[in-house]
């Protein structure tokens, strides 16, 4: 993960999305895309002193504000941990990124 700028502010990135927390639920992409995908950890283990996310799901979700929270829903899965969970949201940004480019 590295920090990089966006509009000003330093977020977090993964594979050169940003990546934005709050509490247990995380926001993985750019809010000026089409797409962005929310992960929501719903259970975790204790892995020594750390909580780890054992289970979390992953929602791709349209940025188009027009639309009730339920309807931007695209896709949805569950994944057995946050780095599963990440990996499938990359490859979920991407598609979409693809896909908005070929309807421009």
Known sequence: M????????SFFTYK??????NNDVLYYGNM???????????ETK????LDVASKVKVYLMSTD?????LEAITRTS???GLYEALDIAEIWLKRSM??????A
């Open 2 to 9: 590295s920090k990089e700028k966006y509009n000003g502010s």
């Open 16 to 21: 050169g999305y940003p990546l934005v927390r």
């Open 32 to 42: 000026y895309d089409d797409y962005v995908v929310m992960l929501q950890i719903i």
């Open 46 to 49: 204790k892995i020594k002193d």
């Open 65 to 69: 504000e027009s639309l009730n929270p």
């Open 78 to 80: 569950e994944k057995d």
């Open 98 to 103: 693809m896909k908005s480019k070929s309807k």
